[in-house]
Structure formats: structure tokens, C-alpha cells
């Protein structure tokens, strides 16, 4: 059946149908044509211009109408057939690939990822294929879930009112103020518009300064029944370094039920809030101490008081109450808000933990690590003063982290990777192939470091004492500081070998070599030793083969790796006499002469 017969039967004024197409809008067409023709073209150019504009109006018009043409024919394709319900499942499968907001680094296994954003809007090429599509995703709220505020305000408003009452996601820099078309004022509009839709936020994260922070927190008084994530973010300034935000007591007027999710940067609540419960992440990180120079150009004494000693380091009982009140805690970040250490025997299990993370004073550290009880397999990041390393707190802490490590309640990879290069840090991945970097890129097992530290018989005697009390006997790359802060003697070079016998990869840096060289010359160093790294070392002059140090660090190696260094060619070919394989990173290498190579890192400027 052609189209004619079908207008026929189904249009009762099918007169028109029996003309084609083309001669049907030829003649709609004409009239308008006629009248252009008729006009003159040697007019005034005040008239030509009129005329002009007149014909755009007409293209404009056209142009509307092949719209709806393509809008017809869009309805007959396949794909335009689709209902509306499962064009959203397409379109919500979409957004999670090309999501409004992303993190610079993604981690699939953390639901609310923290940190800076950076603004994706890639899903909205969706509502550009057809009006179909357009109308679908534009009445979808579940699109909507994620407001983004640097677009504008308009925006904004526009994908708050599309979610209706779907869950969201509310992410505000409050110091960024979104640019109205309308030039409305929107300094203080935020905050009624955030209670308006407190109702059905399960993220919210601000992030603000100190006159906009404390406002839009203020306002934080209307039940969040839905809020599951409540990320704070303040940022001081040179004139006013320990500002911090109170939150009010009666914050989300004491309903959040589904709250689990909490991160306070530079905001500070009572320890005794009701929000502390159920939580599974917990992250409070004050302003930092202030010394005594920096509190002297504040004005008023009682001020600088309050603020030396600050509001936020709980008693030890207070904490550990908290810690009972969340059993399914998986990640506890406490920055220089440590309790001191008391009489206390509590010890709060917490059988869920994946991170343990503290920053403060080495006793509180200690505190916490006696008084807590967590998994094998939980990582830990500890970073102390050793202002107070003194008691013996130092050997308590290795004691107490050693324990965690040997613990036998949960199955465990063994430690494989140790690094001590400004701290000490610990992974159970081994390296990749690409053993110039000598860290793997999977989370690490431990993190300790230290911050005040000025006795030089602790920053050598330290990483002995932790080889010495941790279980290392599955480590099989060992990398060292690059310069200037420990030389062990052969003697503690073989005691660490003793502790550490699997060792495969070993890297070494200026200071370090002499001694080790010098232990190296006798083979029951590192027995399994194949890949020796060296880094950031002068080969001032010629090395000869028959040289103990070319001969002490290459006997039974497979592999050395000069990175960073600079060395002659006769050095260059003596140590490839003795290796099988000698790598050094060419990259940015340059000749002074015909005798030096000075081997650069690709990071250096030429």
C-alpha cells in the first residue's frame, strides 16, 4: 500500500494526500515566496537589512517544522520505539559510566569517596538525540541525583527541582558563588534551599571558609532521615590559622538515623553528640598545634589560651565509649585530637577495621594502640611527635605493632615490601617489574613516621629496633632513603639480613652504600639478593673490575640498576663485565665530556 492509499484511508480530507510531497509544499511555499520576489533589490540598505531579517524569520520557521518532521520520523526507528521504563535503565547505566562528579582517584570499593571533584557532565549528550530521548531523561529524577553548582545557579536549581524526591548528592564549595543569569543574589540563598531538600540528601559535602562554613552549618537544624554521608570541609587562613566550626548541638535536629559516614575537617562537635553511633567511617581532623610564635600576634591572652590547648581531644574513656557505641567501625582517622593516656584497662574490640589512622603525640598514639583490639588484616598509618619519645613510649609502640602484625585471628598476606625512606612503610604486594620505583601501587599495611624528631641516636637506632621486632623473614624488596639520614654499620647490615634473608631487591642511596658495600663483601649478606638499585650516587672516578666495590655489590647479582647517578664509561663497563644486566634510566642523560655520563631522573630540568 503507498502512501496515498493509506491517507486516503485514513484521512478524511485526503484531497491533499493525492498530491507528492514536493508539490504539495511547493505550493504552501509559494505565497510567501511571492512576497520577496516582489520586492526590489536596488533598495536602500536599510531595506535590504529589513529584508534580510525577514527571510531569517522565514528559515527559522522551516527549520522548526523539519523539526517536527524528524520528530515523526524518530517515532518510527527501533530504537524510538522504546518505552520510556527501560530507555531510563539505559540512561541510568550511562551516568554511572560518565558520572556528573568523579574523584581524581576512584576507588570502586569505597562507596563515598572523599576529596576534590572535578566537574563531568558527559551523560547529558543523551537528551541532544532526539525529543523522545530529551523527554525521557529530563523526567527521570534518578539523572538528578547529583547537583552540580559551578554550571551556575540556574543550573542548580533546575537539577534540584528534576530530582524531585529521588535521593541525592549534595557537593558545595560555599567560597565558589554560582553566577546567576538573572543576577539574583545567591550568597545566602543556599542555605534555605539545602533545608528544603535536607528531606532526601544522602550525601552532603560542604567545603567552605571562615565566614561561609560556619553559616551554611548553622542552618543544619531539619531531620536528614535519609542522610547517609556528612562530609565537612573548613580551610583556615594566615590571619586566623586555628579557625575551626562548631556544630550545633541539634544538628539535623537530632534525626539522621542512616548516618555512617562522617568527616570533620577543621569542624568540631562535642564528643558527647548523638551522632556518634553506627558509624562505619569516622574521620576528625582539627587544626593543627599552634606553636608559640604563631599565638603571639593574637590579640586577646584568654584567646590564645583556648586555642593552645584547644577543644577537641576527648579523655581516653570518652573515646573508647564512642568506639563501643559504632562495633562495625572499617575506617577511624583521628588528626591531633588524641586522648592522653590514663589508668584505663578498657580495651574495645573492633572487629571490622580496615584503616586505623592517628596523627598527634607518640602517648597517644601508645593510648590508643592499648586499648583497642583490631583485626590482622587492618592498616595503619601512625604519625607521631617524639617530643615525649622518652619512657620507653618508642619500643611500647613497636611492640604494640608488632603484636598486630604476628596477631593470628585473621588470615593475612605475608609482609613482602619495606620501604624506610623519611618513616617506614610496609606492603604484603610485592614490586611490580618496574623496580624503579620500589613501592607498590596497592594500599600499604603500615605507615609510621615521625614529626619533632631531632635526636640523631633515635633516627638511627629506630629502624633497627623495627627490623628487629617485626615479622620480616617474607620480605623480598627492601628499599632505603636516598640520602642524609641513617648509616648502619656492616654489623647492623648483617642483622638486618638475619631478620630479612628473603630479600631479592634491595635499593640503596648515597649514604648508605659505603657500609654496605663493605658488608656486601662477604655473600652471607642477603643470600637471595638478584636485583641491586642504586640511586643518587657521584662515580667520581674509574671503577676497574678487580675493585672490591665493584666486585662486593655484583658477586652473585643478576641485575644493577643505576638510577639517578652519574658514572663514567669505564665504571659503566666494568660493572657490565660482572652483571649480567645493567640498566640505567638514559632518560635526560647528557655528556659534559667524553669520560662522565650524568645519568638524570626524567623529572629534572634541562
Known sequence: MDINTHSQLNDPAADWASLGAQAYWSSQVSPRFLLFDRLSLRGSAQELAVTRHAIDDELSALHLIM???????????????????????????????QPVTRDPVYNEGERFPSGPTQIKLSWITVTHVCSHWRQVALSEPNLWSTVVFHLGAEWAEEMLARSKSTLITYCRNLSFRPISRSNRKVRNRHRDEMNQHLSHIQRLVLDGGTKSLPRAVGALTTPAPHLESLELRGHGSPGNPR?????????????APKLRHVTLNRCFVSWDSWFFRDLTYLAICPPAPISDSQLYGLEQ????????????????????????????????????????????????????????????????????????????????????????????LLSTLISLIAAHFRAARTPTSPLSTLRVHNGILLWDTDVSSNLSVFAPSAPFRLYLSFFHIWDEELIHSFPLQFCRAFPLRDVRTFSTAREGLIEWTPAEWADVSDHCPEVAHLQAGIDWVPMLKCALTERTLFPN?????????????????SDGLSESLCIGLRCVRILQCKINYKSLESLRALVQTVEWDSSGCRSDSDTYLDILGPDTDR
Open 529 to 545: 639478593l638478584v636485583t641491586l638499585s642504586l640511586v643518587g650516587i657521584d662515580f667520581e672516578t674509574p671503577v676497574d673490575p
Open 67 to 97: 523539526c517536527s518532521m524528524r520528530t515523526r520520523r524518530n517515532k518510527f526507528s527501533l530504537i524510538g520505539r522504546l518505552p520510556p521504563e527501560i530507555l531510563c535503565h539505559i540512561f541510568s547505566f550511562h551516568a554511572i559510566n
Open 243 to 255: 579557625f575551626y566550626v562548631a556544630l550545633p548541638s541539634n544538628i539535623f535536629a537530632y534525626q
Open 301 to 392: 591572652a584568654h584567646t590564645r589560651h583556648y586555642l593552645a590547648t584547644g577543644p577537641w581531644s576527648p579523655s581516653l574513656d570518652q573515646l573508647l565509649s564512642i568506639l563501643e557505641g559504632m562495633p562495625f567501625l572499617e575506617v577511624l582517622i583521628l588528626r591531633f585530637c588524641l586522648p592522653q593516656p590514663d589508668s584505663s584497662s578498657r580495651v574495645v574490640p573492633l572487629l571490622h577495621m580496615t584503616k586505623f589512622s592517628l596523627e598527634g603525640p607518640l602517648s597517644g598514639c601508645v593510648a590508643m594502640l592499648e586499648h583497642v583490639s583490631l583485626p590482622g588484616s587492618a592498616s595503619l598509618s601512625l604519625s607521631g611527635s617524639a617530643q615525649d619519645s622518652s619512657d620507653g
